[in-house]
């Protein structure tokens, strides 16, 4: 079974970083490509992030752009975003979700990020 | 404001048929056959329902179709049942700097 199961969600400060992770079991994750889509509350879904099976290519939103990084670990079946100068705009719930020919066909249960003072 | 242009909300009652649209430019949904539709019911994560416009993925029901016309794509639920009240939101790939767009969403109520 496909499992997806994000952590690192908190409350932080404007201006502070926080580091997502996605721990995937139930398939070979080194084959798939993979996102981030985020949800501010009572609002719609925003996709954030994707990077390819090994890494190599990478695209942002322009909201994020310069502040976010995604990166994989293979070996470690993890997926994770590293967010800094986060804003209160960027208060949301975090999926990561498996790409399905650009599609995204399973997703985590989410983490909510919570930035303000 | 969302990229993709969706009702607010729209309801049926059992048994009948509802059709969500969702509006986009040339760039995106009149633009590829990549239009996607997801159900998310409250406080759970996403589901994906349909792709490439029209295609169901394994475990689907059949009562769930896509369709697109210009720049708008639909999504029909026919035989409403209780189980899909929820909130749809429509996707596309989009040629602009942004990967992908979605919609605003549309709360669906089963009457």
């Known amino acids: 079974e496909v499992q997806l199961v994000e952590s690192g969600g908190g409350l932080v400060q404007p201006g502070g970083s926080l580091r997502l992770s996605c721990a995937a079991s139930?398939?070979?994750?080194?084959?798939?490509?993979m996102n981030w889509v985020r949800q501010a509350p009572g609002k719609g879904l925003e996709w954030v992030s994707y990077?390819?099976?090994?890494?190599?290519?990478?695209y942002y939103a322009d909201s994020v752009k310069g502040r976010f990084t995604i990166s994989r670990d293979n070996a470690k079946n993890s997926l994770y975003l590293q967010m800094n100068s986060l804003r209160a705009e960027d208060t949301a719930v975090y999926y990561c979700?498996?790409?399905?020919?650009?599609?995204?066909?399973?997703w985590g249960q989410g983490t909510l990020v919570t930035v303000s003072s | 404001q969302s990229a993709l242009t969706q009702p607010a909300s729209v309801s049926g009652s059992p048994g009948q048929s509802i059709t969500i649209s969702c509006t986009g430019t040339?760039?995106?949904?009149?633009?590829?056959?990549?239009v996607s539709w997801y159900q998310q019911h409250p406080g759970k994560a996403p589901k994906l329902m349909i792709y490439?416009?029209?295609n169901r993925p394994s475990g689907v029901s059949n009562r769930f179709s896509g369709s697109k016309s210009g720049n708008t794509a639909s999504l029909t639920i026919s035989g409403l049942q209780a189980e899909d009240e929820a909130d749809y939101y429509c996707?596309?790939?989009?040629?602009?700097?942004?990967?992908?767009?979605f919609g605003g969403g549309t709360k669906l109520t089963v009457l």
């Open positions: 490439d416009v029209s």
């Open positions: 996707s596309s790939y989009t040629s602009s700097s942004t990967l992908k767009v």
């Open positions: 979700a498996r790409d399905e020919h650009g599609d995204y066909g399973y």
């Open positions: 040339s760039s995106d949904v009149g633009g590829y056959n990549y």
């Open positions: 990077i390819s099976s090994s890494g190599s290519t990478i």
């Open positions: 139930g398939f070979t994750f080194s084959s798939y490509e």
